[in-house]
């Protein structure tokens, strides 16, 4: 079993590190907030006080960070993984972040000897939590095959999907396509609450037909509920959906479904509510439908 520094302990890391711990490798655990260290550390894991610290012993340092500013701090500022690469020479990032500053930063750590691997996931908190997360890695096929046995702690699909980068730039397809998903879910339930259908006998046939999808099978009851409850709040949606809509600035592309599922998840934060789950989409349609008031 491997020695891992592991660095953020928020929504997702936690049920990621705590998979690594039940697989029995040897954590040294890292995250601003000293109550989700202390946590850690009271169920075996060596706490760190530094990004340096966390690094020092381990074969491979694990990141699961908010957002692009954030690795960076990690990777490149003072005390960070560039100035003090782990013993292992190994960097795994599992955030989703920019894929031109994922680039930029394995260049970065390959001038001091050390491979990055830039491994962003999907499945939300549950698939944090059960082992189950698809895990899109970019890098090279050493840092990659270096990063196997960790990653296949932590999900079912594992994949290399190309050179540094290249598992940002997939992620970032992956999320046009869920939010586009949970925005034709919102307008489903809308059309037949109106015709005054059962939401529940509605959703039980979709799952059943062409329709169906990982986000009507997991988050569809909430949005029949009306739960607007996180896992995966909005604000790191818009996060996404940005770094989505940068791309295809970058390359010159028109993506039009993108622009409209962003608008409407603005709408969403304009209202308050970017500390809800991503399927609270249903409330932006809702006041769209003049639905707010009307049983499920």
Same mark, same amino acid.
């Given at each position: 079993?491997?020695?891992?520094?592991?660095?953020?302990?928020?929504?997702?890391?936690?049920?990621?590190?705590?998979?690594?711990? @039940?697989?029995?490798?040897?954590?040294?655990?890292?995250?601003?907030?000293?109550?989700?260290?202390?946590?850690?550390?009271?169920?075996?894991?060596?706490?760190?006080?530094?990004?340096?610290?966390?690094?020092?012993?381990?074969?491979?340092?694990?990141?699961? &960070?908010?957002?692009?500013? =954030?690795?960076?701090?990690?990777?490149?500022?003072?005390?960070?993984?560039?100035?003090?690469?782990?013993?292992?020479?190994?960097?795994?990032?599992?955030?989703?972040?920019?894929?031109?500053?994922?680039?930029?930063?394995?260049?970065?750590?390959?001038?001091?000897?050390?491979?990055?691997?830039?491994?962003?996931?999907?499945?939300?908190?549950?698939?944090?939590?059960?082992?189950?997360?698809?895990?899109?890695?970019?890098?090279? #096929?050493?840092?990659?095959?270096?990063?196997?046995?960790?990653?296949?702690?932590?999900?079912?699909?594992?994949?290399?999907?190309?050179?540094? %980068?290249?598992?940002?730039?997939?992620?970032?397809?992956? =999320?046009?396509?869920?939010?586009?998903?949970?925005? @034709?879910?919102?307008?489903?339930?809308?059309?037949?609450?109106?015709?005054?259908?059962? &939401?529940?006998?509605?959703?039980?046939?979709?799952?059943?037909?062409?329709?169906?999808?990982?986000?009507? =099978?997991?988050?569809?009851?909430?949005?029949?509920?009306?739960?607007?409850?996180?896992?995966?709040?909005?604000?790191?949606?818009?996060?996404?959906?940005?770094?989505? %809509?940068?791309? #295809?600035?970058?390359?010159?592309?028109?993506?039009? %479904? &993108?622009?409209?599922?962003?608008?409407?998840?603005?709408?969403?934060?304009?209202?308050?509510?970017?500390?809800?789950?991503?399927?609270?989409?249903?409330?932006?349609?809702?006041?769209?439908?003049? =639905? @707010?008031?009307?049983?499920?």
């Amino acid at each position: 079993m491997a020695s891992i520094g592991f660095i953020g302990l928020g929504t997702m890391g936690r049920g990621m590190a705590a998979n690594l711990l @039940a697989a029995g490798h040897e954590l040294h655990v890292h995250d601003i907030r000293r109550e989700a260290v202390e946590e850690f550390s009271a169920r075996g894991a060596k706490a760190a006080g530094s990004v340096a610290e966390a690094a020092r012993d381990a074969e491979a340092v694990v990141l699961m &960070l908010p957002d692009t500013p =954030q690795v960076e701090e990690v990777v490149l500022g003072p005390g960070g993984l560039v100035e003090s690469p782990p013993a292992g020479r190994l960097v795994i990032d599992m955030s989703t972040i920019s894929a031109a500053a994922a680039r930029s930063m394995a260049a970065r750590l390959e001038a001091v000897g050390t491979a990055m691997v830039d491994a962003p996931v999907s499945g939300g908190p549950q698939g944090a939590e059960s082992g189950s997360l698809s895990i899109m890695a970019g890098g090279t #096929g050493a840092g990659f095959a270096a990063a196997q046995p960790i990653l296949a702690a932590l999900g079912t699909t594992v994949r290399h999907v190309g050179p540094p %980068g290249a598992g940002q730039t997939v992620k970032a397809c992956n =999320q046009l396509v869920c939010a586009m998903n949970l925005q @034709a879910i919102c307008e489903a339930l809308a059309l037949g609450r109106a015709a005054g259908l059962d &939401l529940e006998l509605l959703r039980e046939v979709l799952l059943g037909g062409a329709a169906s999808s990982w986000m009507l =099978q997991n988050l569809g009851p909430k949005m029949i509920a009306r739960d607007p409850s996180a896992g995966f709040r909005i604000d790191l949606k818009l996060k996404d959906l940005r770094l989505a %809509g940068e791309l #295809g600035f970058q390359h010159g592309l028109p993506l039009p %479904g &993108l622009a409209l599922a962003t608008s409407l998840y603005l709408e969403a934060r304009a209202h308050g509510e970017g500390a809800n789950g991503n399927q609270a989409l249903f409330r932006v349609y809702d006041r769209l439908t003049n =639905q @707010a008031g009307e049983a499920s």
